[in-house]
């Protein structure tokens, strides 16, 4: 590999990287239109496994923008990122999968929620497991094609 195909490869990474905290955070601060400018026109979403629905991405903006007033304060910490680019015959190609594990405490919308602090009888939410983002390189950049939830495992504590 020479340095400007190496230099390609890790400008790749942190494109792609910005795209998977870009989905966090979307999906954390309830950014519907930014979620929604991560994917490439045909992208899909599945949260099937949690529980959720599969399809276009925007019908599950939609569907996450109703679901996620259930929990008015989340945190999605995306970790152990394991990128795979394409390899196009020694250099970079214009798809990667990214595979990472997730842990999302969230705090269910409690009646005293209008505005003020939740109270500890508020319970919290916490699942956690694996995602799986599949990308394309497009004229705008790097944009999901796929986004797949994997949940191992859930917790709601009183």
Avoid: C
């Avoid at 990122?81 to 015959?89: F, K, Q, V």
Wanted: hydrophobic share 45%; net charge negative; proline share 4%.
């Amino acid at each position: 590999m020479t340095q400007r195909v190496d230099l390609a490869t890790v400008m790749d990474r942190l494109a792609i990287d910005e795209v998977v905290s870009g989905y966090a955070v979307a999906v954390d601060d309830g950014d519907w239109e930014g979620y929604r400018a991560l994917f490439a026109p045909a992208g899909r979403a599945d949260y099937s496994s949690a529980g959720g629905m599969e399809g276009p991405a925007g019908e599950v903006a939609d569907w996450l923008a109703e679901t996620m007033k259930l929990f008015p304060v989340r945190q999605h910490l995306i970790v152990n990122r394991l990128i795979r680019l394409e390899d196009a015959g020694g250099s970079p190609g214009d798809s990667a999968e990214v595979r990472a594990d997730f842990l999302n405490p969230m705090r269910l919308a409690g009646q005293d929620d209008a505005g003020t602090a939740a109270t500890v009888t508020t319970p919290n939410f916490v699942a956690a497991g694996r995602y799986t983002f599949v990308l394309a390189r497009t004229r705008d950049g790097w944009r999901l094609t796929r986004v797949t939830v994997h949940e191992k495992w859930r917790h709601i504590s009183a």
